[in-house]
């Protein structure tokens, strides 16, 4: 599974958004270290704070499901009837969800748009000094 193929997903993913209030949709698509994706899509709600980003859909499916061990994700996000030529890059929520189940140094984010791979960072450099269980354990 390489970056580009993991971009598709996301794409994919995108189309099942659920999102009648920003019209915003978002996919993702999260690998894991065995080599298994969780699609992930965005969905909204009338009272608006209940809203699920893509992301963390794709994470709480994978945890539900027992997956612990992660390696990427990619994520793409445009307007419903556009597809995504720029990229769209993790709230700050998400990136503590991911902050949570992966290794900061490791663990890829993958920025895509219609026509594949635009950025490819480490968690750590997207949250840099990030607060997570590791922080916790040392004390
Ligand atoms: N959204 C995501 O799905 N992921 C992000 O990281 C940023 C925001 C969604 C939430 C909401 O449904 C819409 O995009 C507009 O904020």
Known sequence: MDEQE??????????????????????????????????????ENAAYTPTN????????????????AFAAIAIVGAYEKEEPEQICAPCGVCRQVMMEFCD?????????TKDGVKVSQTLEELLPYGFGPDTLNKN
């Open 104 to 112: 900061p140094k490791t663990f890829r984010v993958i920025l895509g």
């Open 53 to 68: 980003c893509a992301e963390r859909t794709a994470f709480f499916k994978a945890v539900s499901e027992g997956e612990r």
């Open 6 to 43: 993991l971009v598709r997903r996301a794409l994919e993913a995108r189309h099942h958004a659920y999102v009648p209030y920003s019209h915003w949709a978002v996919g993702a698509a999260l690998l894991t270290k065995d080599g298994t994706v969780y699609e992930g899509c965005n969905i």
